[in-house]
C-alpha cells in the first residue's frame, strides 16, 4: 500500500476488524494547510521577502546563522560552549534588530519556531499518552 491510501482500510487486530477512518497523510497535508494560511507564517515569509532583497540584510543573516551552527555543532558534539562565538553572535543579534526590517524577520521568525514547536509537542503528547497508557 502506497502513502496516502490509508482511509477507510480495515486493518484485523486479534481477528477484530477496526476502521481506519481518517487518513494521516491527508491530516499531514490539512495541516500543512493550515500553516500556511496561518498569520504567523505569512508574516515570516513576508518579512523574509524585505530582508531577501538586501543583500547586506540576507548576508548579516547568513552569517549569524553560521555562528548559530557552530554553537550547535559544539552542543551535539558535547563541548563546551565557546565564549567568543557566544560573544559574536549575541553582538550580532544586537546589531541586526537595530533594522526594523531585521527585527521584523527575527521577531516573525522565533514566532513561526515557536508555532511549529507547539505543534510537535501537541502530537508528542497525544502520542506518548497513547504508547504510555
Sequence with gaps: MEAGQWSDCPIIINQEV????????????????SIQE???FQRYLA???????????????????????????AQILGQ??????????SQQ??????YPEMNEFLEA??????????????IQKALDGELKG
Design 18 to 33: 477496526i476502521l481506519v477512518v481518517s487518513n494521516p497523510y491527508d491530516k499531514a497535508h490539512e495541516l500543512a494547510r
Design 38 to 40: 496561518s498569520q504567523v
Design 47 to 73: 518579512a523574509q521577502r524585505v530582508v531577501d532583497q538586501n543583500p547586506d540584510h540576507k548576508d548579516k543573516i547568513l552569517r549569524m546563522r553560521g555562528k548559530q551552527m557552530e554553537l550547535n555543532r
Design 80 to 89: 563546551g560552549l565557546p565564549p567568543d562565538i557566544m560573544s559574536e553572535l
Design 93 to 98: 543579534l544586537a546589531e541586526m534588530r537595530q
Design 109 to 122: 521568525e522565533t514566532h513561526f519556531f515557536n508555532l511549529f514547536q507547539d505543534i510537535q509537542n501537541i
